[in-house]
C-alpha cells in the first residue's frame, strides 16, 4: 500500500522504497555540483515504478497549486536529462506543451519544442544540489523568449544554498 504522501517523510519513504536513495558513511559521493554528500539521490528510477511516480506527481501538483505557481501557465519544461521524464508527465496531466532543456546547445538549439514568447514556462528537473544547471536551463528558455519564475524539483538536497540563488534570479523552487 502506498502512503498518503501528506508530508515529506512519506516522500521520503517512497523515494527509499524506490531505492532512488543511496547512503555512504566511508567516502561521500561526488555530484556534478562538484559537492560531496554522504547521500546520493538517483530519481530516474522512478521511470520503473508507475503507481510512486503517480503519488509523487499528484503531491507535486498540489504543492505547485498551492503556491499559485500553475497560475497562467503555458507550457512545462524539463532539464536535461532526468527531468525530461517528470516534465512530461507533468505536460500531460496539465494538458500543456512540453519542451526540454539541454545544459549545452546542441547545433542551435538548447532548448526543444515550441517557446511562445511571453509565455509562461515552469522549469522540472528531478533532484537541485547546487542550482547551477536550473539556472543555465531557465537562462536558455529566458532567451527564448519564455517567462520562468518557478522550478519543481522532485528532490533538494537542501544544504548548498541553490533557493536562495535561484531566488536572486527571480525564480521560485518548489520541492
Same mark, same amino acid.
Given at each position: %500500500? %502506498?502512503?498518503?504522501? =501528506?508530508?515529506?517523510?512519506?516522500?521520503?519513504?517512497?523515494?527509499?522504497?524506490?531505492?532512488?536513495?543511496? +547512503?555512504?558513511?566511508?567516502?561521500?559521493?561526488r555530484l556534478?555540483s562538484g559537492?560531496?554528500?554522504?547521500? /546520493? %539521490?538517483? +530519481?530516474?528510477?522512478?521511470?520503473?515504478?508507475?503507481?510512486?511516480?503517480?503519488?509523487?506527481?499528484?503531491?507535486?501538483?498540489?504543492?505547485?497549486?498551492?503556491?499559485?505557481?500553475?497560475?497562467?501557465?503555458?507550457? #512545462?519544461?524539463?532539464?536535461?536529462? =532526468?527531468?525530461?521524464?517528470?516534465?512530461?508527465? %507533468?505536460? !500531460?496531466?496539465?494538458?500543456?506543451?512540453?519542451? /526540454?532543456?539541454?545544459?549545452?546547445?546542441?547545433?542551435?538549439?538548447?532548448?526543444?519544442?515550441? #517557446?511562445?514568447?511571453? =509565455?509562461?514556462?515552469?522549469?522540472? !528537473? !528531478?533532484?537541485?544540489?547546487?542550482?547551477? =544547471?536550473?539556472?543555465?536551463? +531557465?537562462?536558455?528558455?529566458?532567451?527564448r523568449g519564455?517567462?520562468?519564475?518557478?522550478?519543481?524539483?522532485?528532490? !533538494? /538536497?537542501?544544504?548548498?544554498?541553490?533557493?536562495?540563488?535561484? $531566488?536572486? $534570479?527571480?525564480?521560485?523552487? $518548489?520541492?
Amino acid at each position: %500500500m %502506498m502512503p498518503n504522501p =501528506s508530508s515529506a517523510h512519506a516522500v521520503a519513504e517512497l523515494l527509499i522504497e524506490a531505492g532512488c536513495v543511496s +547512503c555512504r558513511t566511508d567516502e561521500p559521493f561526488r555530484l556534478p555540483s562538484g559537492w560531496a554528500s554522504p547521500v /546520493y %539521490m538517483d +530519481c530516474r528510477r522512478l521511470i520503473s515504478f508507475p503507481r510512486t511516480r503517480q503519488v509523487l506527481l499528484e503531491q507535486a501538483l498540489a504543492r505547485l497549486r498551492a503556491a499559485g505557481a500553475l497560475e497562467g501557465l503555458a507550457a #512545462v519544461a524539463g532539464g536535461e536529462s =532526468s527531468g525530461i521524464a517528470f516534465a512530461a508527465w %507533468m505536460a !500531460d496531466a496539465l494538458n500543456l506543451p512540453l519542451q /526540454y532543456v539541454r545544459k549545452r546547445a546542441v547545433g542551435q538549439a538548447q532548448v526543444e519544442g515550441v #517557446v511562445a514568447p511571453g =509565455s509562461a514556462v515552469l522549469l522540472v !528537473d !528531478d533532484l537541485m544540489a547546487a542550482g547551477l =544547471s536550473k539556472l543555465t536551463f +531557465c537562462q536558455a528558455l529566458r532567451a527564448r523568449g519564455a517567462v520562468v519564475r518557478d522550478v519543481f524539483v522532485v528532490f !533538494d /538536497y537542501g544544504t548548498f544554498d541553490a533557493t536562495a540563488m535561484l $531566488h536572486a $534570479h527571480q525564480m521560485r523552487v $518548489h520541492a
